[in-house]
Protein backbone atom coordinates (compact mmCIF):
# COMPACT_ATOMS: atom_id res chain seq x y z
CA UNK A 1 0.00 0.00 0.00
CA UNK A 2 1.23 3.39 -0.97
CA UNK A 3 1.90 5.60 1.78
CA UNK A 4 -0.48 9.45 1.92
CA UNK A 5 3.24 11.25 1.32
CA UNK A 6 3.65 9.04 -1.94
CA UNK A 7 -0.06 9.22 -3.00
CA UNK A 8 0.31 13.14 -2.85
CA UNK A 9 3.17 13.15 -4.80
CA UNK A 10 1.68 11.04 -7.91
CA UNK A 11 -1.07 12.67 -7.48
CA UNK A 12 0.78 16.08 -8.46
CA UNK A 13 2.84 14.23 -11.38
CA UNK A 14 0.43 11.52 -12.82
CA UNK A 15 -3.53 13.03 -12.55
CA UNK A 16 -4.37 16.11 -14.57
CA UNK A 17 -7.19 17.04 -12.78
CA UNK A 18 -10.40 18.40 -14.06
CA UNK A 19 -10.52 22.58 -13.73
CA UNK A 20 -7.46 22.67 -11.81
CA UNK A 21 -4.45 24.81 -12.05
CA UNK A 22 -2.03 21.95 -11.55
CA UNK A 23 1.17 23.98 -11.08
CA UNK A 24 -0.62 24.96 -7.45
CA UNK A 25 -3.08 21.74 -7.11
CA UNK A 26 -2.78 20.33 -3.37
CA UNK A 27 -4.17 17.07 -3.48
CA UNK A 28 -6.98 16.16 -1.34
CA UNK A 29 -7.21 12.36 -0.84
CA UNK A 30 -10.23 10.36 0.05
CA UNK A 31 -10.69 6.67 0.63
CA UNK A 32 -13.27 6.35 2.62
CA UNK A 33 -17.33 7.86 2.95
CA UNK A 34 -19.72 6.45 5.09
CA UNK A 35 -23.32 8.80 4.85
CA UNK A 36 -22.26 12.65 3.85
CA UNK A 37 -18.86 12.08 5.08
CA UNK A 38 -15.26 11.55 3.41
CA UNK A 39 -12.15 10.68 4.84
CA UNK A 40 -8.70 11.30 3.76
CA UNK A 41 -6.05 8.79 3.68
CA UNK A 42 -4.73 10.60 6.88
CA UNK A 43 -7.95 9.35 8.74
CA UNK A 44 -9.62 12.82 8.48
CA UNK A 45 -13.31 13.53 8.45
CA UNK A 46 -15.01 15.65 5.79
CA UNK A 47 -18.60 16.82 5.53
CA UNK A 48 -19.40 16.68 1.82
CA UNK A 49 -20.53 19.84 1.31
CA UNK A 50 -21.17 19.97 -2.25
CA UNK A 51 -22.47 16.46 -2.67
CA UNK A 52 -19.81 15.19 -4.63
CA UNK A 53 -19.73 17.62 -7.17
CA UNK A 54 -23.48 17.73 -7.14
CA UNK A 55 -24.68 14.34 -7.77
CA UNK A 56 -24.65 12.32 -4.28
CA UNK A 57 -28.23 11.76 -3.13
CA UNK A 58 -28.27 9.67 -0.12
CA UNK A 59 -24.68 9.54 1.13
CA UNK A 60 -21.82 7.64 0.66
CA UNK A 61 -21.41 3.69 1.26
CA UNK A 62 -25.37 3.23 1.61
CA UNK A 63 -25.95 -0.49 1.90
CA UNK A 64 -29.02 -0.78 -0.60
CA UNK A 65 -26.51 1.15 -3.43
CA UNK A 66 -23.90 -1.52 -3.02
CA UNK A 67 -26.25 -4.11 -3.03
CA UNK A 68 -27.81 -2.99 -6.03
CA UNK A 69 -24.25 -2.92 -7.37
CA UNK A 70 -22.86 -5.97 -5.89
CA UNK A 71 -26.39 -7.52 -7.19
CA UNK A 72 -25.82 -7.03 -10.55
CA UNK A 73 -22.33 -7.29 -10.91
CA UNK A 74 -22.61 -11.22 -9.80
CA UNK A 75 -24.67 -11.69 -13.06
CA UNK A 76 -23.19 -9.30 -15.23
CA UNK A 77 -20.99 -6.25 -15.31
CA UNK A 78 -21.68 -4.43 -18.76
CA UNK A 79 -22.48 -5.71 -22.32
CA UNK A 80 -23.31 -3.08 -25.65
CA UNK A 81 -26.50 -1.61 -26.05
CA UNK A 82 -25.71 -2.29 -29.75
CA UNK A 83 -27.81 -5.44 -31.10
CA UNK A 84 -28.51 -6.26 -27.75
CA UNK A 85 -30.03 -5.09 -24.38
CA UNK A 86 -30.35 -6.35 -20.44
CA UNK A 87 -32.76 -5.53 -18.10
CA UNK A 88 -31.28 -3.02 -16.07
CA UNK A 89 -31.29 -0.78 -18.72
CA UNK A 90 -35.00 -1.49 -20.08
CA UNK A 91 -36.60 -1.16 -16.52
CA UNK A 92 -34.58 2.39 -15.93
CA UNK A 93 -35.87 3.89 -19.27
CA UNK A 94 -39.22 1.99 -18.41
CA UNK A 95 -38.98 4.15 -14.84
CA UNK A 96 -37.78 6.93 -16.45
CA UNK A 97 -40.57 7.43 -19.20
CA UNK A 98 -42.72 7.08 -15.93
CA UNK A 99 -41.35 9.86 -13.10
CA UNK A 100 -40.19 12.48 -16.26
CA UNK A 101 -42.61 15.10 -16.73
CA UNK A 102 -45.16 14.43 -19.60
CA UNK A 103 -44.33 12.56 -22.57
CA UNK A 104 -41.05 12.37 -22.44
CA UNK A 105 -40.66 8.49 -22.84
CA UNK A 106 -37.65 7.01 -25.14
CA UNK A 107 -34.31 7.27 -23.61
CA UNK A 108 -31.08 7.39 -25.08
CA UNK A 109 -27.97 6.35 -22.79
CA UNK A 110 -24.61 7.99 -22.46
CA UNK A 111 -21.71 8.09 -19.99
CA UNK A 112 -21.29 11.49 -18.59
CA UNK A 113 -23.31 15.06 -18.82
CA UNK A 114 -21.57 16.18 -21.80
CA UNK A 115 -22.43 13.95 -24.17
CA UNK A 116 -25.95 13.83 -22.70
CA UNK A 117 -26.52 17.35 -24.18
CA UNK A 118 -24.19 16.57 -27.20
CA UNK A 119 -26.80 13.81 -28.29
CA UNK A 120 -29.80 16.35 -27.76
CA UNK A 121 -28.34 18.63 -29.84
CA UNK A 122 -27.61 15.86 -32.90
CA UNK A 123 -30.91 14.87 -32.46
CA UNK A 124 -32.61 18.28 -32.95
CA UNK A 125 -30.68 18.83 -35.63
CA UNK A 126 -31.68 15.63 -37.34
CA UNK A 127 -35.23 15.92 -36.43
CA UNK A 128 -35.69 18.91 -38.73
CA UNK A 129 -33.62 17.22 -41.41
CA UNK A 130 -36.07 14.47 -41.73
CA UNK A 131 -39.31 15.26 -39.41
CA UNK A 132 -42.52 14.97 -41.34
CA UNK A 133 -42.60 18.65 -42.06
CA UNK A 134 -38.23 18.86 -42.55
CA UNK A 135 -37.36 22.64 -42.62
CA UNK A 136 -33.86 21.99 -43.36
CA UNK A 137 -32.45 25.68 -42.61
CA UNK A 138 -33.14 24.72 -38.81
CA UNK A 139 -29.07 24.23 -37.81
CA UNK A 140 -28.19 26.44 -35.04
CA UNK A 141 -28.84 26.37 -31.28
CA UNK A 142 -30.14 28.88 -29.54
CA UNK A 143 -28.38 29.12 -25.72
CA UNK A 144 -27.61 31.67 -23.08
CA UNK A 145 -24.99 34.06 -21.49
CA UNK A 146 -23.51 31.73 -18.56
CA UNK A 147 -25.04 28.45 -19.72
CA UNK A 148 -23.19 25.35 -18.88
CA UNK A 149 -24.11 22.33 -20.56
CA UNK A 150 -20.56 20.47 -20.47
CA UNK A 151 -16.93 20.13 -22.54
CA UNK A 152 -17.52 18.45 -25.41
CA UNK A 153 -17.35 20.34 -28.42
CA UNK A 154 -20.87 20.45 -29.19
CA UNK A 155 -21.70 21.54 -25.68
CA UNK A 156 -18.50 23.43 -25.29
CA UNK A 157 -20.60 25.36 -28.11
CA UNK A 158 -23.75 25.88 -26.09
CA UNK A 159 -21.76 27.03 -23.24
CA UNK A 160 -21.61 30.98 -22.12
CA UNK A 161 -18.73 31.08 -19.65
CA UNK A 162 -16.26 33.33 -20.62
CA UNK A 163 -13.58 32.19 -18.86
CA UNK A 164 -14.26 28.65 -19.73
CA UNK A 165 -15.24 28.87 -22.99
CA UNK A 166 -14.25 31.57 -24.90
CA UNK A 167 -10.52 29.91 -25.98
CA UNK A 168 -12.02 27.25 -27.69
CA UNK A 169 -14.35 29.76 -30.04
CA UNK A 170 -12.72 28.65 -33.24
CA UNK A 171 -13.45 25.41 -32.97
CA UNK A 172 -17.33 25.72 -32.22
CA UNK A 173 -20.90 26.24 -34.19
CA UNK A 174 -22.35 28.96 -34.59
CA UNK A 175 -24.90 29.85 -31.32
CA UNK A 176 -27.44 32.60 -31.19
CA UNK A 177 -26.94 33.79 -27.80
CA UNK A 178 -29.51 35.32 -25.41
CA UNK A 179 -28.40 37.11 -22.24
CA UNK A 180 -28.49 35.20 -19.27
CA UNK A 181 -32.06 35.11 -17.72
CA UNK A 182 -30.18 35.79 -13.86
CA UNK A 183 -33.32 37.55 -11.97
CA UNK A 184 -31.22 40.37 -11.00
CA UNK A 185 -30.88 42.06 -13.96
CA UNK A 186 -34.43 41.96 -15.53
CA UNK A 187 -37.70 40.68 -14.72
CA UNK A 188 -39.33 37.88 -16.14
CA UNK A 189 -41.18 39.60 -18.66
CA UNK A 190 -38.23 41.57 -19.76
CA UNK A 191 -36.17 38.34 -20.09
CA UNK A 192 -38.52 36.78 -21.97
CA UNK A 193 -39.34 40.35 -24.61
CA UNK A 194 -35.60 39.57 -24.97
CA UNK A 195 -35.84 35.90 -25.96
CA UNK A 196 -38.86 36.70 -28.01
CA UNK A 197 -37.60 38.97 -30.40
CA UNK A 198 -34.63 36.43 -30.94
CA UNK A 199 -36.69 34.08 -31.63
CA UNK A 200 -39.28 36.20 -33.98
CA UNK A 201 -36.31 37.19 -35.93
CA UNK A 202 -34.61 34.03 -36.15
CA UNK A 203 -36.76 30.88 -35.33
CA UNK A 204 -36.40 29.57 -38.64
CA UNK A 205 -32.69 29.13 -38.65
CA UNK A 206 -32.84 27.83 -35.42
CA UNK A 207 -33.69 23.69 -34.29
CA UNK A 208 -33.30 24.38 -30.95
CA UNK A 209 -32.99 26.07 -27.64
CA UNK A 210 -30.81 24.54 -24.99
CA UNK A 211 -31.33 25.53 -21.01
CA UNK A 212 -30.41 25.11 -17.73
CA UNK A 213 -34.14 24.88 -16.05
CA UNK A 214 -34.50 27.60 -13.46
CA UNK A 215 -30.82 27.49 -11.84
CA UNK A 216 -27.57 27.97 -14.18
CA UNK A 217 -25.63 25.92 -11.87
CA UNK A 218 -21.90 26.36 -13.41
CA UNK A 219 -22.17 30.15 -13.30
CA UNK A 220 -22.14 30.69 -9.80
CA UNK A 221 -26.25 29.20 -9.31
CA UNK A 222 -28.05 32.23 -11.42
CA UNK A 223 -31.75 32.25 -10.38
CA UNK A 224 -34.37 32.71 -13.12
CA UNK A 225 -37.65 34.55 -12.39
CA UNK A 226 -40.78 33.10 -11.66
CA UNK A 227 -42.83 32.46 -14.88
CA UNK A 228 -39.42 32.14 -16.91
CA UNK A 229 -39.42 28.72 -18.15
CA UNK A 230 -43.16 28.45 -18.40
CA UNK A 231 -42.66 31.81 -20.91
CA UNK A 232 -39.28 29.80 -22.53
CA UNK A 233 -41.94 26.90 -23.30
CA UNK A 234 -44.71 29.12 -24.52
CA UNK A 235 -42.16 30.55 -26.82
CA UNK A 236 -40.11 27.82 -28.50
CA UNK A 237 -44.07 26.13 -28.73
CA UNK A 238 -44.44 29.66 -31.08
CA UNK A 239 -41.41 29.34 -33.09
CA UNK A 240 -41.57 25.93 -33.67
CA UNK A 241 -37.99 25.45 -31.62
CA UNK A 242 -37.52 21.93 -29.62
CA UNK A 243 -36.67 22.67 -26.21
CA UNK A 244 -34.11 20.89 -24.38
CA UNK A 245 -33.93 21.09 -20.24
CA UNK A 246 -30.44 19.85 -19.10
CA UNK A 247 -31.39 19.08 -15.86
CA UNK A 248 -28.41 17.47 -14.70
CA UNK A 249 -27.77 19.22 -11.62
CA UNK A 250 -31.39 20.39 -10.99
CA UNK A 251 -32.74 16.47 -11.52
CA UNK A 252 -33.41 14.47 -8.73
CA UNK A 253 -35.02 16.26 -5.91
CA UNK A 254 -32.31 19.08 -6.10
CA UNK A 255 -34.52 21.73 -6.23
CA UNK A 256 -36.92 20.64 -3.95
CA UNK A 257 -38.90 18.47 -6.65
CA UNK A 258 -37.71 15.41 -8.53
CA UNK A 259 -37.22 18.06 -11.81
CA UNK A 260 -37.21 21.53 -12.01
CA UNK A 261 -39.33 21.39 -15.01
CA UNK A 262 -42.32 20.50 -12.75
CA UNK A 263 -42.16 23.57 -10.62
CA UNK A 264 -43.55 25.47 -13.85
CA UNK A 265 -45.33 22.87 -15.13
CA UNK A 266 -43.27 22.41 -18.33
CA UNK A 267 -42.92 19.49 -20.71
CA UNK A 268 -39.70 19.91 -22.94
CA UNK A 269 -39.32 18.34 -25.99
CA UNK A 270 -36.18 16.87 -24.90
CA UNK A 271 -34.62 16.89 -21.05
CA UNK A 272 -31.09 15.49 -20.38
CA UNK A 273 -30.09 13.74 -16.72
CA UNK A 274 -26.89 13.35 -15.14
CA UNK A 275 -24.50 13.51 -12.41
CA UNK A 276 -27.80 12.52 -9.48
CA UNK A 277 -29.30 9.83 -11.77
CA UNK A 278 -27.10 6.75 -10.06
CA UNK A 279 -27.08 9.19 -7.15
CA UNK A 280 -23.65 10.09 -7.79
CA UNK A 281 -22.64 6.19 -7.85
CA UNK A 282 -21.27 5.06 -11.07
CA UNK A 283 -21.17 7.70 -14.91
CA UNK A 284 -24.20 7.42 -16.42
CA UNK A 285 -26.50 9.74 -18.26
CA UNK A 286 -29.30 9.96 -20.53
CA UNK A 287 -31.32 12.27 -22.96
CA UNK A 288 -35.21 11.81 -22.71
CA UNK A 289 -37.52 12.59 -25.81
CA UNK A 290 -40.51 12.60 -26.46
CA UNK A 291 -42.56 10.44 -28.99
CA UNK A 292 -42.77 13.29 -31.90
CA UNK A 293 -39.20 13.78 -31.48
CA UNK A 294 -38.75 9.77 -31.66
CA UNK A 295 -40.99 8.97 -34.49
CA UNK A 296 -38.90 11.18 -36.76
CA UNK A 297 -36.23 9.01 -36.61
CA UNK A 298 -38.67 5.58 -37.11
CA UNK A 299 -38.85 4.56 -40.89
CA UNK A 300 -37.01 1.71 -43.57
CA UNK A 301 -33.58 1.18 -43.33
CA UNK A 302 -32.58 2.12 -46.25
CA UNK A 303 -34.49 5.68 -45.46
CA UNK A 304 -31.69 6.61 -43.58
CA UNK A 305 -33.29 7.99 -40.21
CA UNK A 306 -31.57 6.40 -38.40
CA UNK A 307 -29.32 8.41 -35.93
CA UNK A 308 -26.03 7.28 -36.07
CA UNK A 309 -24.69 7.91 -32.55
CA UNK A 310 -23.63 6.09 -29.46
CA UNK A 311 -21.72 5.48 -26.47
CA UNK A 312 -19.45 2.00 -25.56
CA UNK A 313 -21.15 2.14 -22.17
CA UNK A 314 -23.99 3.68 -22.65
CA UNK A 315 -26.83 1.57 -20.76
CA UNK A 316 -24.13 -0.25 -18.46
CA UNK A 317 -26.08 -2.65 -16.16
CA UNK A 318 -24.22 -1.52 -13.49
CA UNK A 319 -24.96 1.98 -13.41
CA UNK A 320 -28.45 1.10 -14.07
CA UNK A 321 -29.29 -0.98 -11.47
CA UNK A 322 -27.66 1.61 -9.09
CA UNK A 323 -30.18 4.18 -10.70
CA UNK A 324 -32.92 2.21 -10.26
CA UNK A 325 -32.08 1.17 -6.39
CA UNK A 326 -31.44 5.41 -5.90
CA UNK A 327 -35.31 6.08 -7.76
CA UNK A 328 -36.67 3.12 -5.29
CA UNK A 329 -34.75 5.04 -2.50
CA UNK A 330 -36.15 8.62 -3.18
CA UNK A 331 -39.67 6.87 -2.79
CA UNK A 332 -39.18 4.96 -0.10
CA UNK A 333 -37.61 7.45 1.85
CA UNK A 334 -40.16 9.84 0.92
CA UNK A 335 -36.87 12.31 0.06
CA UNK A 336 -39.83 14.98 -1.71
CA UNK A 337 -42.61 15.20 0.50
CA UNK A 338 -40.89 13.94 4.09
CA UNK A 339 -36.74 14.34 4.25
CA UNK A 340 -36.21 17.43 2.50
CA UNK A 341 -39.13 20.32 3.68
CA UNK A 342 -37.61 20.58 7.40
CA UNK A 343 -33.80 20.69 5.76
CA UNK A 344 -34.97 23.73 3.03
CA UNK A 345 -36.41 24.98 5.72
CA UNK A 346 -33.51 24.94 8.12
CA UNK A 347 -31.22 25.85 4.79
CA UNK A 348 -33.03 29.05 4.51
CA UNK A 349 -32.87 29.84 7.89
CA UNK A 350 -29.21 29.52 8.21
CA UNK A 351 -28.32 31.08 5.27
CA UNK A 352 -30.55 34.55 7.15
CA UNK A 353 -28.56 34.07 9.97
CA UNK A 354 -25.20 34.21 7.82
CA UNK A 355 -26.62 37.22 6.00
CA UNK A 356 -27.49 39.15 9.58
CA UNK A 357 -24.18 38.59 10.88
CA UNK A 358 -23.09 41.39 11.87
CA UNK A 359 -19.82 40.97 10.56
CA UNK A 360 -20.00 38.31 8.01
CA UNK A 361 -22.98 39.94 6.40
CA UNK A 362 -21.13 43.03 5.26
CA UNK A 363 -18.98 40.81 3.09
CA UNK A 364 -22.27 38.84 1.44
CA UNK A 365 -23.48 40.08 -1.75
CA UNK A 366 -26.39 38.26 -3.27
CA UNK A 367 -27.58 35.16 -1.57
CA UNK A 368 -29.67 32.77 -4.26
CA UNK A 369 -31.62 29.42 -2.73
CA UNK A 370 -33.99 26.80 -4.55
CA UNK A 371 -34.28 23.61 -2.40
CA UNK A 372 -30.97 22.33 -0.91
CA UNK A 373 -28.77 24.65 -3.35
CA UNK A 374 -27.77 27.77 -2.49
CA UNK A 375 -24.91 30.43 -4.24
CA UNK A 376 -23.23 32.75 -1.71
CA UNK A 377 -21.79 35.81 -2.99
CA UNK A 378 -18.32 36.89 -1.25
CA UNK A 379 -17.64 40.65 -1.68
CA UNK A 380 -15.29 43.26 -0.24
CA UNK A 381 -18.26 45.67 0.23
CA UNK A 382 -21.76 45.05 0.64
CA UNK A 383 -23.25 47.88 0.73
CA UNK A 384 -21.15 49.71 -1.86
CA UNK A 385 -20.96 46.78 -3.80
CA UNK A 386 -17.70 46.63 -4.48
CA UNK A 387 -16.20 42.92 -5.15
CA UNK A 388 -13.28 41.49 -4.00
CA UNK A 389 -10.41 41.68 -6.53
CA UNK A 390 -10.13 38.20 -8.42
CA UNK A 391 -6.11 37.57 -7.53
CA UNK A 392 -7.39 37.85 -3.71
CA UNK A 393 -8.97 34.52 -4.51
CA UNK A 394 -11.46 34.81 -1.26
CA UNK A 395 -13.55 32.02 -2.67
CA UNK A 396 -11.38 30.12 -2.94
CA UNK A 397 -9.59 30.77 1.07
CA UNK A 398 -12.60 30.66 2.50
CA UNK A 399 -13.44 27.21 1.11
CA UNK A 400 -9.93 25.59 2.03
CA UNK A 401 -10.64 27.42 5.47
CA UNK A 402 -13.62 25.72 5.66
CA UNK A 403 -12.02 22.19 4.51
CA UNK A 404 -9.76 22.59 6.87
CA UNK A 405 -12.30 22.60 9.57
CA UNK A 406 -13.51 19.69 8.35
CA UNK A 407 -16.19 20.82 5.92
CA UNK A 408 -15.34 20.05 2.06
CA UNK A 409 -16.97 22.98 -0.15
CA UNK A 410 -15.80 23.97 -3.78
CA UNK A 411 -16.31 27.87 -4.93
CA UNK A 412 -17.01 28.76 -8.61
CA UNK A 413 -14.46 31.99 -7.87
CA UNK A 414 -15.95 34.24 -5.32
CA UNK A 415 -19.26 32.22 -4.81
CA UNK A 416 -19.21 30.09 -2.54
CA UNK A 417 -21.49 27.25 -3.78
CA UNK A 418 -23.68 24.94 -0.98
CA UNK A 419 -24.86 21.68 -2.68
CA UNK A 420 -25.60 19.38 0.98
CA UNK A 421 -27.04 15.99 -0.24
CA UNK A 422 -30.35 15.72 0.54
CA UNK A 423 -30.20 13.28 3.13
CA UNK A 424 -28.05 15.50 5.44
CA UNK A 425 -28.85 15.56 9.19
CA UNK A 426 -29.73 18.63 11.50
CA UNK A 427 -26.69 17.93 12.97
CA UNK A 428 -24.48 17.60 10.08
CA UNK A 429 -26.44 20.73 8.34
CA UNK A 430 -25.72 22.93 11.38
CA UNK A 431 -22.23 21.73 11.33
CA UNK A 432 -22.09 22.99 7.76
CA UNK A 433 -22.91 26.63 8.65
CA UNK A 434 -20.91 26.62 11.78
CA UNK A 435 -17.74 25.93 9.96
CA UNK A 436 -17.94 28.14 6.97
CA UNK A 437 -19.10 30.71 9.59
CA UNK A 438 -15.81 30.46 11.45
CA UNK A 439 -13.98 30.47 7.76
CA UNK A 440 -16.02 33.60 6.60
CA UNK A 441 -14.78 35.97 9.76
CA UNK A 442 -11.94 34.58 9.22
CA UNK A 443 -11.39 35.25 5.49
CA UNK A 444 -13.25 38.20 4.73
CA UNK A 445 -12.75 39.78 8.06
CA UNK A 446 -9.35 39.23 8.10
CA UNK A 447 -8.90 40.34 4.40
CA UNK A 448 -11.29 43.17 4.31
CA UNK A 449 -8.96 45.30 6.86
CA UNK A 450 -5.56 44.19 4.88
CA UNK A 451 -4.05 47.15 3.11
CA UNK A 452 -5.00 46.46 -1.02
CA UNK A 453 -2.36 45.66 -3.12
C1 LIG B 1 -22.16 18.94 -14.84
C2 LIG B 1 -23.04 19.47 -15.91
C3 LIG B 1 -22.97 18.99 -17.23
C4 LIG B 1 -21.88 18.06 -17.69
O1 LIG B 1 -21.92 16.83 -17.07
P1 LIG B 1 -20.59 15.92 -17.09
O2 LIG B 1 -21.05 14.63 -16.51
O3 LIG B 1 -19.60 16.63 -16.22
O4 LIG B 1 -20.12 15.82 -18.49
C5 LIG B 1 -23.91 19.43 -18.13
N1 LIG B 1 -24.86 20.31 -17.79
C6 LIG B 1 -24.94 20.82 -16.56
C7 LIG B 1 -26.04 21.77 -16.23
C8 LIG B 1 -24.01 20.44 -15.59
O5 LIG B 1 -24.02 21.01 -14.38
Known sequence: MATSEELNEWDRHYLWHAFTQMAEHEPLIVERGEGCFLWDTDGKRYLDGVSSLWCNLHGHNHPQLNAAISGQLAKLAHATTLGMSNPPAIELARRLAQITPGDLEHVFYSCDGSSAVEVALKVCFQYWQQCDAPKPKKKKYLAFGNAYHGDTLGSTAVGGIQHFHEIFGPLLCEVVRVPSP???????????????????????????????????????????????LRGVRELCTRYEVLMIADEIVTGFGRTGKLFACEHENVVPDLMCLGKSLTAGYLPMAATMVTSKVYEAFLGEYHEQRTFYHGHTFGGNPLAAAVALASIDLVEASKMLSEVLPPRIEQFCLRLQRLEQHPEIGRHLGDVRQLGLMAGVDLVADRENNIPYEAHQRVGYQVCKATTEAGVWLRPLGDVVV????????????????????????????EIAVQPQA
Not at 201 to 225: K, R, Y
Not at 422 to 427: F, K
Open 182 to 228: DRRFGTTEEHLGKLGAVLAEQHETIAALVIEPLVQGAAGLLMQGEGY
Open 418 to 445: LIPPPVISEEELDLLFDALTQSLLKICV
